[in-house]
């Protein structure tokens, strides 16, 4: 079973957020869709606070389009 590319920036997404951050909202765009074999997944953190997290991320083709992009609030575990 294909993995949706939903769920390949939420595992991307979660890995920049940090252990233990709890995902709160996500929002994805998807691209023109195409073959999806190899994607390069990035993640990023746009802000922090004490207890948020707003992270971006995008998956891109080999070619360098972009499959999708999403951004992302988790919630710091323990606040």
Same mark, same amino acid.
């Given at each position: 079973m294909a993995v %949706? *590319?939903?769920s390949q920036l939420e595992s991307v997404l979660r890995q920049a957020a940090g252990e233990g951050a709890a995902l709160a909202s996500?929002?994805?765009?998807?691209?023109?869709?195409?073959? $999806? #074999?190899? *994607? $390069?997944?990035? #993640?990023?953190?746009? &802000?922090? %606070? &004490?207890s948020l997290v707003?992270?971006?991320g995008e *998956? &891109? &083709?080999a070619d360098g389009g972009l499959a999708a992009s999403a951004s992302a609030v988790f919630r710091r575990a323990g606040v």
């Open positions: %949706t *590319l939903s996500m929002t994805v765009d998807y691209g023109p869709s195409s073959d $999806e #074999a190899a *994607l $390069e997944p990035k #993640a990023w953190i746009e &802000r922090a %606070t &004490r707003f992270a971006q *998956l &891109r &083709r």
